[in-house]
């Protein structure tokens, strides 16, 4: 009787097989354009990680990308998940899948939660990038632009400071410099200067300006010698290669120079270098070493004592100093002269790898260390004794992400919940209505309610409520449920909102669907009349949970009985044709008869090429181009 319902699950098994190819991304009934990255998650220890969600912001290639050079559409760009690795907002189509860089929560500007990031700059240079500053109803507050000569609003860092009239950004300048420091004073050669600004978030106007001229010489760079040819201004030696900036309550800025290992204290007074922590002039006595390091921000900083954490590379590309990459907390102390640094901890890449590109390091507000190694969005959570609690990276190797936060965060999407309702059936008594729901960015959903109508403003009938286990959730009607609408409900049984009334979808011919019938196919039940007994069963059977939907017990074991059939059906289907990794969960929602399951579907389009990542040597080029005058 139900087979029909399983014989409906095989296009979709066609569809997972044709395209196994791209297994490693997420599909939606309710958000078809978006293609979003799964992850490998594994829990060492769940109990002891920090309440939270990760921000990243994957990218397949470095530099922008033409559209159509894109793997597929949407899954580059602004991205939240949860601690299973469960999407929570797909942000890319903000900014149409352009590259995005140092997506992160904020909660510095009032008591709401904000986002922010880097929008790359276009690939066909008819836009510079910019700064982006969102709010938690997923509205833009803030677009900080390029004012100035520079080519791009760089990618390595936008932060918000505390207030958020004004942000930290990088600076990456060409020009030419005097070789005295090398011992030919007569000569000069071509370098991209690092610098950072402090930026105005509303009119994007440069409110501090620093570079690194006439600041850090070029003996200090790890990649200049005394001996090398001069550089054209066309081709200038990226000696510094800043790549994070931050600012303590005492107004100075700690940056990060890459490519002379060293961290530096700028004076927001004056510019000058307070100290440095590293390379080849630190001024501290050290316990450790780091290099070509990424991510230097400060933990804690109270007069002499300063608290840093880092991400220590450990080598680049031309040269291994360390083994193995690590996460590093470092106390500073400054009371003394000359100053003490000693790392305070360390966590090592957990697969005991080198990260030679890119990534970040975070103190959570438990303690927890959350370390980003970039590649593949590999990311490692450790409890305060080093403790690996959990690792993750894509499913795909064809992404990265440059940075990656944990946070708590808070998201109420100013728009409705996406609702996708369709109806399918082969007689007049043996219909259903699936209904695929999702709220992208919602955070505090913990249940969904249905509601269907006889007419377009009919009154709204409860048909039925399931909790809600992922991004998206499907529930399924007894009977031809129409003028759908669905309705978000917090862990306090509070409404957030409902989305829009949604008409179902119906085959195209219901007689070439299968349906024996009249050829016009079935119309519409009225919800009242298969419904309306659940408020007497409520009564009658005295539960009290008004949460749960009710059905009159007829309802209830037809439905039970039909997700008992589809769940044979999918496993005979999975064993029939072999399919490892073809997951169709059916559940029966305990004693109320809701099916739910979790399928692939074939996304809507395609019209973005199959294009392998490139990888070649210009990964740091990319990033010094972003500097071209
Ligand atoms: C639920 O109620 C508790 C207690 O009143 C409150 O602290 C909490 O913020 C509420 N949660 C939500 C999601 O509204
Ligand atoms: C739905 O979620 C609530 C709260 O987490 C839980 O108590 C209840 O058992 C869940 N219901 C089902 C059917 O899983």
């Known amino acids: 009787m139900y087979l029909w319902k399983a014989l409906s699950l095989l296009p979709l098994v066609h569809n997972v097989v044709a395209n196994s190819f791209d297994d490693d991304l997420m599909s939606f009934v309710t958000l078809p354009g978006v293609r979003a990255l799964k992850f490998n998650v594994e829990h060492h220890d769940r109990t002891r990680l920090a309440p939270g969600y990760w921000f990243v912001a994957p990218y397949s ?14 899954q ?10 469960k999407l929570v907002w797909a942000g890319s189509p903000v900014y149409d899948n352009r590259n995005t860089f140092d997506f992160k929560p904020v909660h510095n500007i009032d008591d709401d939660w904000y986002l922010s990031w880097i929008v790359g700059w276009k690939h066909d240079d008819s836009h510079k990038g910019n700064g982006v500053v969102m709010d938690h109803k997923y509205q833009i507050k803030n677009e900080v632009q390029v004012v100035n000569d520079l080519h791009d609003f760089n990618m390595h860092e936008f932060t918000v400071l505390p207030g958020g009239k004004t942000a930290l950004a990088c600076t990456y ?13 007569g000569e000069e050669t071509g370098v991209v200067l690092g610098g950072f600004v402090e930026l105005d978030t509303t009119t994007s106007q440069i409110i501090t300006e620093w570079d690194s001229r006439d600041k850090i010489a070029p003996h200090e760079s790890e990649i200049l010698k005394p001996e090398d040819p001069n550089h054209p201004i066309e081709d200038a030696a990226d000696y510094v290669h800043i790549n994070s900036v931050d600012k ?6 700690l940056i990060s120079m890459r490519f002379t290992s060293t961290i530096y204290l700028i004076s927001g007074a004056d510019g000058h270098i307070i100290w440095r922590l590293g390379g080849k002039e630190s001024s501290f006595i050290q316990d450790f070493v780091f290099s070509q390091q990424h991510d230097a921000s400060f933990v804690e900083s109270d007069g002499t004592r300063h608290v840093i954490s ?5 080598g680049w590309e031309g040269a291994e100093v360390e083994p193995i990459s690590s996460a590093l907390v470092v106390e500073l102390d400054t009371s003394v002269t000359p100053g003490t640094a000693k790392v305070i901890r360390r966590v090592n890449r957990p697969d005991k790898g080198m990260t030679k590109l890119r990534g970040s390091a975070q103190v959570l507000p438990n303690d927890n260390l959350f370390a980003g190694w970039s590649e593949w969005g590999y990311q490692s959570e450790h409890a305060p004794n080093g403790d690996v609690l959990m690792t993750a990276r894509f499913a795909s190797e064809r992404f990265s992400t440059y940075r990656t936060y944990k946070s708590e965060f808070i998201g109420r999407p100013k728009t409705p919940p996406a609702v996708v309702a369709a109806v399918y059936g082969t007689n007049k008594d043996d219909l259903s209505t699936t209904i695929h729901v999702s709220w992208n960015g919602a955070t505090e959903v913990a249940s969904w309610k249905f509601y269907a109508r006889s007419w377009d403003r009919g009154t709204p009938v409860f048909i039925g409520s399931t909790n809600k286990t992922d991004f998206e959730t499907l529930f399924i009607a007894n009977g031809y449920m129409d003028w759908i609408s669905v309705e978000g409900i917090d862990r306090n049984d509070s409404s957030l909102g409902s989305s829009d009334v949604h008409r179902s979808k119906t085959p195209m011919d219901w007689k070439a669907a ?31 949970d008004p949460a749960a939907p009710h059905r009159e017990p007829g309802v209830y074991s037809d439905a039970k009985k039909l997700a008992q059939d589809v769940h044979q059906a999918s496993e005979l289907i999975r064993k029939v044709l072999g399919l490892l990794g073809f997951i169709v969960t059916v559940s029966v929602v305990g004693g109320v008869g809701v099916i739910l399951f979790r399928v692939c579907r074939r996304r809507r389009m395609r019209s973005y090429l199959h294009v392998p990542q490139d990888e070649g040597l210009l990964t740091e080029q990319m990033q010094v181009q972003s500097s071209r005058v």
């Open 514 to 544: 299968g349906f024996r019938g009249a050829d016009n196919g079935p119309s519409p039940e009225n919800p009242a009349v298969i419904y309306s007994t659940m408020e007497d069963v409520q009564a009658s059977t005295g539960n009290g």
């Open 61 to 74: 290639g470095i530099g922008p990308e033409a559209p159509t050079q894109k793997y597929q559409q949407f």
């Open 76 to 85: 580059v760009g602004p991205y939240i998940y949860d601690n299973d690795g």
């Open 248 to 253: 303590n309550a005492a107004g100075d800025y």
């Open 310 to 314: 880092i991400l220590n590379n450990g």
């Open 173 to 185: 300048r060409r020009m030419m410099i005097n070789l005295a420091d090398f011992g030919r004073p």
